[in-house]
Structures are given as C-alpha cells and as structure tokens.
C-alpha cells in the first residue's frame, strides 16, 4: 500500500510540474512511459505456489481378521514428504462376517478396525501431503478393500479382462463361464459389487453374471464376490476392463500364470509379449500396469515397443 501512494503521488509531481515544460506528442509518450514504469510490476500479485505431491490410489488388503485388525496403508499412498491420515470411513460390507467402524492411528498410515468372519469391508481414506516450504498441503482420496477369507486357499480369484469400446452395448459376464476351472465350487455370486472407475455393473446372483455398463474412456475394475454355500468362506475377483474410442480397436491381452516362482519384497520382470495383440496389427506399448496386492510399474514406459 506504501509503495503504491509512493507512485501515485511520483506520477502526480511529473504531470503537474512538468506540463508546462512538454507539448503535444513529447507529453503522450512521457505518460506512457511513467504509467508503464509505475504501474507495469504489481508488487501484490503473488508467486506461484506448488502444491505438495499425493497421490491416494485403490487397493486390496488380505487379513487376518479379528479385534483391532491393523490396516496398512502406506504401500497405496505416494508423496514426496511427510503425509497423514486425514479421515477412514467405512463404505460397505459383503459377505457373512462383520467390519467395525475404523479407528485411526497416531502411527503413520495405518488404521485399525474390528473384523471377523469372512467378510469384504469396503472403506474411502483420505490422506494429506503436508507442505515444505514453497507449497501449500494437498489431499487426495481412494478406495480401500480389506477381505478375509477363512476357507483355505487363494482368496483371490484371477482377474476376467474386458476390452470394450464407448458406444458398446452392455456387457453380460457369465462368472462360471469366465473363471472356468478357477471357478470354486459350490460358490454363489453376491449381488453387490463395487466398481472403482466408470460405469454402472449389475450382479444377478440367480443366473451367475453381471452386466457392466460402459462408462467413460479409460481404466475400470469391477469387484465382485463369491460366498460359500454356508457362508463361511467369501473370494474376491474383479473384471479389469479397458474402454476406448471406436475408432482404434483395443489390443487383446490373454490371461497367463507367471511360471517363475516370486517371493515377497522381491523384484521381477515378466514380459508380456507372447500374450499381447492388436487387431489392427499395429505396435503395441504397455503404458500401464495395475495391481491391487503388489506394487508394479513399466519397465521401460519411454519405449514405444515396450512389452
């Protein structure tokens, strides 16, 4: 505010003492060159302020199950400095166990809830990068699945892939049909599901399909549950569809098992060329790649011809 009164009353002094001294077309230019020099640096405009990075994403967590069940959630958060655990809340459960409102914790990203039996429990957390000098905190959002399963064996059932275009008609996924020797028997489909993306998916637990609904370009997984005739066991399994625009058709990926044995916090290479195609028999490049129990990315996501 000094500042400015400061080149008010400068510009005042120049036109009113000086007027006499210039004529005509010396006196325009004077005043645009003062008015530029006065006014052309506004000293209350502030700097640009960088927001500090996070980045919340959506993932499955196996448990155990029981009182004060610890959640982790520091493998599905990525930020570039200290971080908290803003909010928990507890969306929906499937299945025939029980999930207890979330309680956080003052360590880190981890908080704890009560859950028993085999049960899926849906909760939305929310997460705050706080600021370094230079930035202002951000906060960013996702979906966490928490399952247990209490059955023995893979709670996880292998992903069904979709390739489909904006315009498509519904979807219909038979689930027996899809898992085929994967599928447990004895199992039922739950009528819940739980779509992280875009779209609309309908299950029908009488006929074993859900019907998915396109929604906007881009990546969507559909959850789904499977429940043991007596309820005493619940598996998980998703729809991982791919929607793009109908002028370029999809590249088709085949589901595969990796051969080579893996073992935890230890890192692997699998190519997935031999598995791969594009109808259009053009190059394909892997641009991307998700998991929802580990942590992946491209090998090379520069290369064009990476696969």
Known sequence: MVLRRLRYHVGRFVVYY?????????????????????????????????????????????????????IDLS???????????????????????????????NDG?????????????EYIYEVEALAAPGQTPSRDKANVLVLTSQGGGHAQLPPIPLALALGDGDEVVHIPGALKENYPEGYSLHEDTT?????????????????????????????????????????????????????NHVPVAENFIFSDSVETNVEVTIDVADYVSDPDNGEIQLIGVDSITATVTSADPQNTNNT
């Open 75 to 105: 493998p599905w958060v990525r930020h570039g400095g200290n971080v908290s655990l803003v909010e928990v809340l507890s969306v929906k459960q499937l299945g025939s166990g029980s999930c207890s409102e979330p309680s956080l914790s």
């Open 195 to 247: 779509v992280l993306g875009s779209g609309i998916a309908i299950a029908d637990s009488e006929t074993a399909t859900i019907t998915y609904s396109v929604g906007h370009e881009g990546l969507t997984r559909v959850v789904y549950l499977l429940e043991s005739p007596d309820g005493g066991d619940v598996k998980l399994g998703t729809l991982d569809i791919v929607v793009s625009d109908t002028l």
């Open 18 to 70: 000086f007027r006499p001294f210039l004529e005509g077309e010396v006196m325009r230019v004077l005043l645009f060159v003062m008015v530029f020099v006065l006014f052309g640096c506004n000293d209350d405009v502030p700097y640009p302020i960088d927001q500090a990075p996070i980045s919340a994403q959506s993932g499955l967590i196996p448990v155990q199950g029981g009182q004060s069940t610890i």
């Open 109 to 121: 990203l981890i908080f704890t809830s009560d859950i028993q039996g085999p049960v899926m429990c």
